[in-house]
């Protein structure tokens, strides 16, 4: 790398006047504490905090020689440069970070522009010392992967196994998102996310939960054979994972990395209150929500119709031929007995009513009984709900809707839903807006105890 003095000279000069004011630091996430992260906005890479790879061994057939030279801070942001520039046997040149720290469970942020064109393969995903434990006897967790030829589609995995024998699994879910078309994650930052529990891995894009792996699809692999794994952020060129370059593909490419924030959990969990609950973060999004059943970002924010603020939700179904459940859920902190309600406003356009007479969108309140349970295992308890849209419903009016219960025995988590429900094919779009869910702090039987007191 090479930095003229000058220019750092200059940088110094900038930073002292302006340096209150410009460094950014991780905002507080309630239930973690920051562990370390890094802004990059220095004049050169902080090797307390990372490894720049020299390495030509390449692994997944990729084409790239990792140089430190291609790895250089610039405008405050990481830069991982991609050429197209034979070196050491190899094509292309790239580059490759790791931590210098290696941590088990946490959670991280990296807020990145991702490099585009065919071939190009980034990746922000952590790795166990495989030096000592070979690949994939300790896992892998992938936060974001993405190919160069597919702008606005990014993928979270885990792969686990063991060596010796040599056996290997994984599981992936892919990710879209909708605001003003579809999200083009070559064009501007977009913040990837993981957080990891002992018993549960979370996937996160922009705020929004779009993945989970647990205990159930790992066959309890988390509870054995995991370890402290460390941040790797690198572009990989070519291989199995895609289509090598060709005559289409531009270059250089640039990887950009804003920040990296990793944050290590509590070791009390503090109780939430449900966030974004008229879905206005960020102008309009599902910033701190849970999607699911989303594959063609049929679960979208929107600013089409909006109750208040600036957006509102919308979800229609998936149109694959078999009956589809899709929409988005957040959790609350609760326990046995307490009263939990529910309310929303939905709207239905008439230019996009509920078709056919299937359709069906409800307001659902689920219990677990282990806090980030999955639905349908022994951590899920039982729902009450209330359809909020259905063929009978009006159009071109907000309606208000409201569900109230006590939690059940054993409840440690309230997660309020909405799900529709497409068996048919059929279209039409819901429109949701003020989403709410709230304990009421009173338990029914204290309830009854200050009727008699009266
Ligand atoms: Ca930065
Ligand atoms: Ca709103």
Redesign the pocket.
């Known amino acids: 790398m090479v930095c003229p003095l000058r220019k750092l000279t200059l940088a110094v000069f900038v930073l002292t006047l302006f340096a209150g004011p410009i460094l950014a630091q991780p905002p507080a996430i309630p239930g973690y504490d920051v562990a370390w992260y890094d802004?990059?906005?220095g004049s050169s890479i902080d090797t307390n905090k990372w490894i720049v790879i020299n390495t030509n061994q390449t692994t997944n057939n990729s084409l790239q020689d990792y140089l430190p030279s291609q790895v250089y801070l610039s405008n405050?942001?990481l830069v991982i440069k991609s050429e197209d520039i034979p070196s050491r046997g190899l094509p292309y040149r790239s580059g490759q970070v790791f931590s210098t720290s290696a941590q088990q469970y946490g959670r991280w942020d990296v807020r990145a522009k991702l490099p585009g064109t065919r071939g190009m393969w980034p990746a922000i995903w952590l790795l166990p010392d495989v030096g000592q434990n070979p690949w994939p006897s300790q896992g892998e967790i992938d936060i974001m992967e993405n190919r160069g030829d597919e702008p606005t589609i990014t993928s979270s995995a885990f792969h686990w196994g063991t060596n010796p024998p040599f056996v290997h699994h994984f599981v992936f879910a892919n990710q879209q998102s909708f605001r003003n078309g579809l999200e083009n994650y070559h064009d501007g930052f977009h913040v990837y996310s993981a957080e990891w529990d002992p018993d549960q891995i979370r996937f996160y894009v922009d705020g929004v939960h779009h993945y989970t792996v647990s205990q159930y699809a790992v066959n309890e692999f988390f509870d054995t054979q995991s370890a402290p794994m460390q941040l790797i952020i690198n572009t990989a060129i070519g291989g199995d994972f895609l289509d090598n370059p060709d005559g289409t593909t531009v270059w250089p490419q640039y990887f950009e990395v804003?920040?990296v924030y990793v944050y290590q959990k509590q070791a009390t969990e503090t109780s939430q209150t449900i966030e974004n609950p008229g879905f206005d973060e960020n102008n309009f999004s599902l910033s701190k929500w849970t999607t699911f059943g989303n594959p063609i970002a049929n679960v979208r924010a929107s600013t089409q119709h909006v109750r208040d603020g600036s957006g509102a939700l919308k979800v229609f179904g998936q149109f694959n031929s078999s009956t589809n459940y899709s929409g988005l859920e957040q959790a609350l902190t609760v326990q046995p007995g307490l009263e939990i309600v529910a309310s929303c406003d939905r709207f239905i356009a008439s230019n996009d009513s509920i078709n056919g007479t299937s359709n069906r969108c409800v307001l659902k309140i689920d219990y677990y009984r282990k806090r980030n349970g999955i639905f349908g295992t022994a951590d899920y308890i039982s729902s009450i709900e209330t359809t909020i849209a259905d063929t009978n419903s009006p159009n071109d009016v907000w309606d208000n809707f409201e569900i109230r219960g006590n939690a059940p025995a054993e409840t440690v988590e309230a997660r309020l839903a909405v799900v529709f429900i497409q068996p048919n094919n059929e279209g039409g779009a819901v429109h949701v807006d003020n989403l709410d869910l709230k304990r009421t702090g009173v338990s029914g039987l204290r309830l009854r105890q200050f009727d008699t007191n009266r």
């Open positions: 802004e990059f906005s405050g942001n804003d920040y």
